[in-house]
Nanobody, 125 residues
């Protein structure tokens, strides 16, 4: 069983920064951040495997950085140059090795068997 707890969300002005954290327990071979704005589909933001390989959505490349501390089993998302369109609930997701890790695709929601409760990010103009 994997448990995930996000933190670090909040309200910032356009151009500001936030750092999200996701404290995990259990096997977290592949991890990712997704986000969902009101009335929109949940979309992938960034993903990382246990070896440090990463992938980013085009909309956040150059502004967001995903990282993980395997010793602490914690996932991070550093978000810089935030824009109003980044406003959403941000979710941490994990795919254990027994479910194939990242083999289902970094940005495929079905890859991830475990999800956190989410943390809200609001960016004002």
């Amino acid at each position: 069983q994997v448990q995930l707890q996000e933190s670090g969300g909040g309200s910032v002005q356009s151009g500001g920064s936030l750092k999200l954290s996701c404290a995990a327990s259990g096997d977290t071979r592949c991890m990712a951040w997704f986000r969902q704005a009101p009335g929109k589909e949940r979309e992938a933001v960034a993903a990382i495997d246990s070896d440090g390989g990463t992938s980013y959505a085009d909309s956040v490349k150059g502004r967001f950085t995903i990282s993980r501390d395997n010793a602490k089993n914690t996932l991070y998302l550093q978000m810089d140059s935030l824009k109003p369109e980044d406003t959403a609930m941000y979710y941490c997701a994990a795919a254990p090795l027994r479910f194939g890790g990242c083999s289902g695709g970094y940005f495929t929601k079905g890859t991830y068997a475990y999800w956190g409760q989410g943390t809200q990010v609001t960016v004002s103009s």
